[in-house]
T-cell receptor, first 111, second 115 residues
Framework: QKEVEQNSGPLSVPEGAIASLNCTYSDRGSQSFFWYRQYSGKSPELIMSIYSNGDKEDGRFTAQLNKASQYVSLLIRDSQPSDSATYLCAAISGGYNKLIFGAGTRLAVHP | GAGVSQSPRYKVAKRGQDVALRCDPISGHVSLFWYQQALGQGPEFLTYFQNEAQLDKSGLPSDRFFAERPEGSVSTLKIQRTQQEDSAVYLC?????????????FGSGTRLTVV
């Protein structure tokens, strides 16, 4: 079992809809979680971080964390075709702030 | 520079050849990480430096992989006797502190193709 699990997708949503991306993690000691966006052929770009249970909103993005369920999610409101990318969930693990990534979920927003 | 710089951007190596990949982190960043990303997968941790000290190399897949950061800034990832399974994008990331919750800034990566 990988430490961070994501559904590989693709997740297809129409323009203007809410895209919901999910992630589970196995290390109960993990305290910090991140969502990265990666366009094809590009490097990962940090879009959200979350450390406390509950919701954290930033523009059209909302990250949700439930430590009891070991579950992290990312909601993208009013999805745009430019949001089409792979979304990587990551958790800090271990004593050296090692980022452990999931395999990523590919999101396709169609007009 | 303003970001993490990696070179070369692309590298084609014949099987058995040695390669060296360079990472120039953001100035003053203490922590430096190397990741390997195979096609369709998430980045996999290779190794971590805090300044010039290599504190974690648990992700290096074999003894053909070697990394160094002798002066605590630029880092080099060396792969000896490359194999086809080494084909991947190699990503470098850096962060300001040695304990941080702010994620890391990634470079553009080096795409290595072994033929």
């Amino acid at each position: 079992q990988k430490e961070v699990e994501q559904n590989s997708g693709p997740l297809s949503v129409p323009e203007g809809a809410i895209a919901s991306l999910n992630c589970t993690y196995s290390d109960r000691g993990s305290q910090s979680f991140f969502w990265y966006r990666q366009y094809s052929g590009k490097s990962p770009e940090l879009i959200m971080s979350i450390y406390s249970n509950g919701d954290k909103e930033d523009g059209r993005f909302t990250a949700q964390l439930n430590k009891a369920s070991q579950y992290v999610s990312l909601l993208i409101r009013d999805s745009q075709p430019s949001d089409s990318a792979t979304y990587l969930c990551a958790a800090i693990s271990g004593g050296y702030n090692k980022l452990i990534f999931g395999a990523g979920t590919r999101l396709a927003v169609h007009p | 520079g303003a970001g993490v710089s990696q070179s070369p951007r692309y590298k084609v190596a014949k099987r058995g050849q040695d390669v060296a990949l360079r990472c120039d982190p953001i100035s003053g960043h203490v922590s430096l990480f190397w990741y390997q990303q195979a096609l369709g997968q998430g980045p996999e941790f290779l190794t971590y430096f805090q300044n010039e000290a290599q504190l974690d190399k648990s992700g290096l897949p074999s003894d053909r992989f070697f990394a160094e950061r002798p002066e605590g800034s630029v880092s080099t990832l060396k792969i000896q006797r490359t194999q086809q399974e080494d084909s991947a994008v190699y990503l470098c990331a850096s962060s300001l502190g040695h304990r941080t919750n702010y994620g890391y800034t990634f470079g553009s990566g080096t795409r290595l193709t072994v033929v």
